[in-house]
T-cell receptor, first 116, second 114 residues
Framework: EDKVVQSPLSLVVHEGDTVTLNCSYE??????LLWYKQEKKAPTFLFML????IEKKSGRLSSILDKKELFSILNITATQTGDSAVYLC????????????????FGKGTKLSVKP | DGGITQSPKYLFRKEGQNVTLSCEQN?????MYWYRQDPGQGLRLIYY???????QKGDIAEGYSVSREKKESFPLTVTSAQKNPTAFYLC?????????????FGEGSWLTVV
């Protein structure tokens, strides 16, 4: 059974701290891994990773994928209170249906709370 | 502006009643999805549709039904057979040509059974 496991489930830090969020997966026909930030309602896209060892960066956020060990990490440096959110990891796996696109399998998320 | 519109945002339902959640997109996307989110859980796939007049069950389809009569619309009906329907429901659509990073989510619908 395909699954995506995120850890920790929740994390409380102080502003300025650096945090690392983990995502491990077991899926058939891996296509890509995606990170989302969910603050109140709909998730917003952060990164899509398809190749091992290539770091993606956006400001204070960065992410990397290890396809051999089947995991990804999301790093946030110099955290701010605005980083408080649930961070979702999703893996796109091949359809059994026969289509060209994959199904997204989500982890439970990591709830990050950044205190002033 | 292009996007996905879900309605209603908040809905209360009595036990034994069916309720339909609306999802409309003007992004010209072929693929549309319905997810459910419970506290402490990730998003779980209910149904998905890759093309008009076709849809497939996801991981937790029992107690739900959908239709895809138009490309823009993918309504979800929560039937009385769904034993624990209180949850946050998210609709999404995706441009098949560009892959997973172009998935767009609606604002979500909160359903509470009273």
């Amino acid at each position: 059974e395909d699954k995506v496991v995120q850890s920790p489930l929740s994390l409380v830090v102080h502003e300025g701290d650096t945090v690392t969020l983990n995502c491990s997966y077991e899926v058939t026909n891996f296509r890509s891994l995606l990170w989302y930030k969910q603050e109140k309602k709909a998730p917003t896209f952060l990164f899509m990773l398809t190749s091992s060892g290539i770091e993606k960066k956006s400001g204070r956020l960065s992410s990397i994928l290890d396809k051999k060990e089947l995991f990804s990490i999301l790093n946030i440096t110099a955290t701010q209170t605005g980083d408080s959110a649930v961070y979702l990891c999703a893996v796109e796996a091949g359809w059994n249906y026969g289509g060209s696109q994959g199904n997204l399998i989500f982890g439970k998320g990591t709830k990050l709370s950044v205190k002033p | 502006d292009g996007g996905i519109t879900q309605s209603p945002k908040y809905l209360f339902r009595k036990e034994g009643q069916n309720v339909t959640l609306s999802c409309e997109q003007n992004l010209n996307h072929d693929a549309m999805y319905w997810y459910r989110q419970d506290p402490g859980q990730g998003l779980r796939l209910i149904y998905y549709s890759q093309i008009v007049n076709d849809f497939q069950k996801g991981d937790i389809a029992e107690g739900y039904s959908v239709s895809r009569e138009k490309k823009e619309s993918f309504p979800l009906t929560v039937t009385s057979a769904q034993k624990n329907p209180t949850a946050f429901y998210l609709c999404a659509s995706r441009d098949d040509d560009l892959g997973g990073n172009t998935i767009y989510f609606g604002e979500g619908s909160w359903l509470t059974v009273v």
